[in-house]
Nanobody, 127 residues
C-alpha cells in the first residue's frame, strides 16, 4: 500500500511560482511512478505531469510545458512540481497519484492508470 501526502499549495499572483510536494510512504521510492493531475471547478480532471519510478523519465501536458518541472528526491521519496509563470487558468485542486512500477505508469496521462491518490492541494492564481 502507498500513502501520499501533498503540500505546497496556496495563493499566488499571476506570473509567480509555487512548488508542490508529494511525499510517499509504504514502498521504496524507485518503485513508485507518480503523476500530477488537476481539477478546476466545473471541469474534468486533467493530466499535468508524470515521472517514472526511477525518476529518469518525465512527461508534461502541453499547457504546462516550459513552465512546470516535475522532479524526484529518491532519498526522501518525494516528488516535486515546480510551477513557474503561473496563470489564472492554472487555478485548480492539484492531486498527486502513484502507481507501483519502476517505469512510467502505462497510459500515464490517464487517471485510471494510477491506483493511489493524495488528498489534493488547492492552487489559486490571482490575475
Amino acid at each position: 500500500q502507498v500513502q501520499l501526502v501533498e503540500s505546497g499549495g496556496g495563493l499566488v499572483q499571476a506570473g509567480g511560482s509555487l512548488r508542490l510536494a508529494c511525499a510517499a510512504s509504504g514502498r521504496p521510492s524507485n518503485t513508485i511512478a507518480r503523476g500530477w493531475f488537476r481539477q478546476a471547478p466545473g471541469k474534468e480532471r486533467e493530466f499535468v505531469a508524470a515521472i517514472s519510478g526511477t525518476g529518469t523519465s518525465t512527461a508534461y501536458a502541453d499547457s504546462v510545458k516550459g513552465r512546470f518541472t516535475i522532479s524526484k528526491d529518491n532519498v526522501g521519496n518525494t516528488v516535486y512540481l515546480q510551477m513557474n509563470s503561473l496563470k489564472s487558468e492554472d487555478t485548480a485542486v492539484y492531486y498527486c497519484a502513484a502507481k507501483i512500477t519502476y517505469y512510467f505508469a502505462t497510459a500515464y496521462e490517464k487517471g485510471d492508470a494510477y491506483g493511489h491518490w493524495g488528498q489534493g492541494t488547492q492552487v489559486t492564481v490571482s490575475s
